[in-house]
């Protein structure tokens, strides 16, 4: 049997990795990387940049990308078969990769390395590499650094169950509602609701915690108590607050545990606590700067946030005869109060947004302004619905991606952008090798024939998420290290995604990527005006919740005791940031996936820090467009070579000061965010 994860001809063989495979592709794989680390680390092998590269990145390269795979499979289509293949195969992963992370041998060599021979690119990824040997416990000896790579094995088990507990707990919930059940929600929420209860022989609308049904019932539903039954479904998920059935998706002690080890390994490192160590390799300096930058932001925020909540509580008292709202109740008298402000609601944008003219309008603006065509392309893929592209300039392929907008039960529900592999000038074969990205969304399907519709905030999501696609495929590094969004610093990598946000909100750019599904009428102007009126609608509410996420992050690494119950730090967080409190048994924590199980642990505050930046680098295009408002293309031009094509090759600031011409301010961000 020949094994797809083997070959690395070309793109992964998607629609032939079967969970058959994986077991025998690992272990193939790494006994080529044990083998590659024991020749380089012998006492005879040449301590020089390509000679290692030629022999362990090249061996460790494969084994990265045929996990890839399978790590993005078991993300966006799982199954039992797969999801068991995966977890027998992590621990050895794991193994390796903590081992090569920490082998004194190999940090030995890469001290021994003369830096002199090296290109800038080459000398900024060994300068990571030196950190990392020590983030990853390579001066530890004995007893400690078998405890860490026990630590590390424990993490990676863990933080794969608390993504399945947060899966199997939002799969596992559906509530059959009836048609009078159903008063103001969207006709086309509706449809879908119908054929999934016909697809299981059931009566009535399936209604899923799924966001493209979630949301719309959240804000449009005029039943209360639909509300707040998926409501108190959605907070209670993989929590001990849970319905009885689903307590075997109860993340509770998971997260005990991982503070617990996140706390020993910082430990052991010599570090305080895991905070001052998730901040070493990104912009920020100490969590005591982040925790100030982030109650800053709080101070400057509130009086927005209380206005916003004042403004709902009146017009719920006098439009809506709800004189005790309740946590169910607010996004739909966010929405009605929208509605009644601005004369327009989500549903009606949402008309003139078809996710394929969506999608040829997004291309457009990225083809016009960093000077690439965009086209269809060919590759085996995981479900019929993606598609597949390339990115060209002057005729020479750029970059190519997957395109996987669609939800659908076992995938995991969010967006994000992953990389297939990196743009790297192969030491072993001597040819340029194209990076290739995967963007993934949970986007509502098509019914009666009609394509998709995108809320506007699902256009931004898309938006988004392509930003980082941008990021990952334009590099014109070629020391895979630090080509795209490797080796960029946490705290900076979601510059050129929410960069790419602003645009949504350019008339110059939405009127070519609107057509109502009916008619095909282009987006009135109109209505425009009245989005752009009410864009910065509530932004003061969603500054507070995003900075208490991101304070709560930062204290429970930083202050907390693991032993200790975090709920009393997090209602301590609420109590200085909030405006609104959630119900006592509300556990949004124990599917927080962001800091439990994707990398952003004492780092989800970088949303933040970044929009700082995306904001102020947005204004370098507000102070150079045209007279009628166009994106100079010269000004694309200067973003994408000093930000995009340098990736992680020199330091995030460094690349900001080159395009902006001096350091960040928060100006623009408050300017953007109507909080001026």
Not at 424 to 447: E, H, I, K, Y
Not at 486 to 504: I, K, R, Y
């Amino acid at each position: 049997m020949t094994n797809p994860l083997l070959d690395f001809t070309d793109l992964p063989l998607f629609d032939q990795i079967r969970p058959e495979h994986v077991a025998p592709a690992v272990d193939s794989l790494l006994e080529q990387a044990n083998r590659a680390l024991e020749t380089v680390t012998h006492p005879d092998f040449p301590a020089t940049w390509i000679t290692m590269s030629l022999i362990l990145d090249v061996a460790t390269e494969k084994l990265g990308r045929a996990w890839g795979a399978v790590s993005h499979l078991n993300a966006v289509a799982d199954t039992p078969e797969l999801r068991a293949a995966y977890n027998a195969a992590l621990p050895q992963v794991t193994e390796f990769s903590t081992r090569l992370g920490a082998d004194e041998r190999l940090y030995a060599k890469y001290k021994s390395i003369d830096v002199a021979t090296l290109n800038a690119e080459q000398r900024q990824a060994h300068k990571n590499a030196m950190r990392n040997f020590v983030l990853s416990g390579a001066e530890l000896t004995g007893a400690a650094k078998e405890r860490f790579a026990r630590l590390q094995e424990r993490q990676a088990e863990i933080s794969q169950k608390f993504s399945e507990n947060a899966l199997d707990a939002t799969d596992a919930f559906a509530y059959y509602a009836r048609e009078d059940e159903l008063d103001g929600v969207p006709d086309d929420v509706k449809q879908t609701a119908r054929a999934a209860a016909q697809a299981e022989d059931q009566a009535g609308y399936k209604l899923t915690l799924k966001m493209p049904c979630y949301l719309p019932v959240m804000q449009f539903a005029r039943s209360s108590a639909l509300r707040e039954t998926l409501y108190r479904a959605y907070v209670t998920r993989a929590s001990d607050q849970a319905p009885e059935d689903a307590r075997p998706f109860d993340n509770s002690a998971l997260i005990v545990e991982t503070l617990a080890l996140r706390r020993e390994e910082a430990q052991l490192l010599g570090y305080a606590n895991f905070g001052e160590v998730s901040l070493v390799p990104k912009m920020a300096e100490s969590p005591a700067q982040v925790i100030a930058f982030l109650r800053d932001l709080a101070h400057r925020a509130r009086p927005y946030a209380e206005k916003d909540v004042a403004d709902m509580r009146a017009f719920a008292h006098e439009q809506l005869g709800l004189d005790d709202p309740q946590p169910w109740d607010w996004p739909y008298i966010g929405e009605k109060l929208k509605e009644a402000r601005y004369a327009f609601s989500e549903q009606e944008v949402k008309q003139y947004f078809p996710a394929p003219k969506v999608l040829a309008g997004l291309f457009k603006i990225v083809e016009t302004l960093f000077e690439v065509a965009i086209r269809k392309d060919s590759a085996p893929v995981w479900d019929p619905e993606v598609e597949f592209y390339r990115i060209e300039r002057d005729g020479i392929l750029v970059g190519q991606f997957y395109l996987d907008a669609a939800a659908r039960t076992g995938k995991r529900g969010g967006a994000w952008m992953d990389d297939v592999r990196a743009r790297w000038l192969r030491p072993d074969t001597g040819a340029l090798q194209t990076p290739v990205a995967q963007l993934v969304c949970n986007f509502s399907q098509g019914v009666d024939g009609k394509p998709p519709l995108l809320t506007h905030d699902e256009v931004t999501t898309l938006f988004h998420e392509f930003g980082h696609g941008l990021h990952h495929m334009l590099t014109q590094v070629n020391e895979h290290d630090v080509s795209g969004i490797s080796g960029v610093e946490w705290d900076a990598v979601e510059l050129p995604s929410q960069f790419m946000e602003n645009f949504c909100w350019e008339w110059d750019v939405l009127r070519h990527m609107t057509a109502h599904v009916d008619s095909g009428e282009p987006l009135p102007r109109a209505l425009f005006d009245k989005m752009l009126t009410a864009k910065n609608f509530q932004s003061g509410l969603q500054t507070l919740r995003q900075i208490e996420y991101s304070l709560f992050d930062m204290l429970l690494h930083t202050e907390h005791d693991p032993e200790q119950d975090f709920m009393p730090l997090l209602q301590r967080v609420r109590e200085e940031v909030a405006v609104l409190q959630p119900p006592a048994w509300s556990r949004t924590m124990h599917t927080f996936s962001h800091i439990f199980a994707g990398g952003y642990a004492a780092g989800y505050y970088s949303y933040k820090w970044a929009e700082v930046l995306s904001a102020d680098a947005y204004a370098a295009f507000e102070e150079t467009a045209g007279k009628d408002g166009v994106a100079n293309p010269q000004t694309g031009r200067k973003y994408r070579e000093t930000i995009l094509e340098v990736g992680g090759s020199r330091p995030a600031m460094e690349s900001f000061k080159a395009f902006r011409g001096r350091e960040p301010n928060l100006d623009a961000l408050m300017r953007h965010q109507g909080m001026a």
